[in-house]
């Protein structure tokens, strides 16, 4: 079954970890897709992998910023030129950012984070509901993290911004299920992707694969999540088996959150 045939799909931070693991999934379920990220050669690397799985993939590639607004817009108005709707978005573009105790959490860094996680998240849905809209059809996954359910300690921007995807996630999916809209969020836990390595390396230096095995053994399951799992998800989230889950957050994270 192909849920994706004659779909299309825009995928924020589609040059890594769960935008590329969630393009692969949806290219090989027949959707045509938009890649956006700021690294063009990731953007590249995902492209290629996607046509050696699914040769007749359609894959289209847009080197932007999702903290610029501007950006953002272009990137809506190039896929509605290409290909004259957008049936799925995976506003999923994000960063870590330095760990660090509240009192010593620096305010530019508390608004970088937040520029990207949050106001990206923001600019996105902004724009893509507007065409959606018009439409009358379609499904917005947001990344939010368990780190926006509850805390986790050491990362004042990246809660304030995770939070706030939740936040924003649930006020538009009550805003626009009237239209056709759903909108939704994912949650995911410990996943492990180029971010996750980036962040082990904060905490453990040379020893983060040890770091990292410390860091799973408070998770109900014992490991790490793979990007492929969330590709899954997100496939399911957009696709139309989905319709009716609106303005919610599904975990993905072995059980973590409920401990
Ligand atoms: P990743 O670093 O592997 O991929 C993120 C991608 O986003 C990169 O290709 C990067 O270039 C791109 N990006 C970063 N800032 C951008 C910007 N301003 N504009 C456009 N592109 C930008 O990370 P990932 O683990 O795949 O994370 C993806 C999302 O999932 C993030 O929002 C992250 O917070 C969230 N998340 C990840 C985990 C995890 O365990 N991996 C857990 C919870 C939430």
Redo the contacts with the bound molecule.
Sequence with gaps: MKRFEDKVVII??????????SASQIAKEGAKLVL????KA?LEESKSGILSETPSAVVELVE?????EK?VEKFVNFTIDKFGKIDGFFN?????GKQNLTEDFGIDEFNRVV???LN?VFYGMKHVLKEMKKQGFGSIVN??????IRGVGNQSG?AAS?HGVVGLTRNSGIEYGQYGISVKA???????????E?SLKQIGGDNWEEAGKEFVSVNPMKR??K?EEVGYLVAFLLSNHADFINATVIPIDGGQSYK
């Design positions: 924020t931070g589609g040059g890594s970890g769960l935008g590329r693991a956006v990220d700021l690294n990731a932007a910023n999702v903290a610029e950006e999923n573009a994000g960063i870590e520029n990207i996680n990206g990344t939010a993290s368990v780190g926006g990246y995770k994912i949650a995911p836990g410990a996943i492990m992707t180029p971010m996750v980036g790490f999540g990007p």
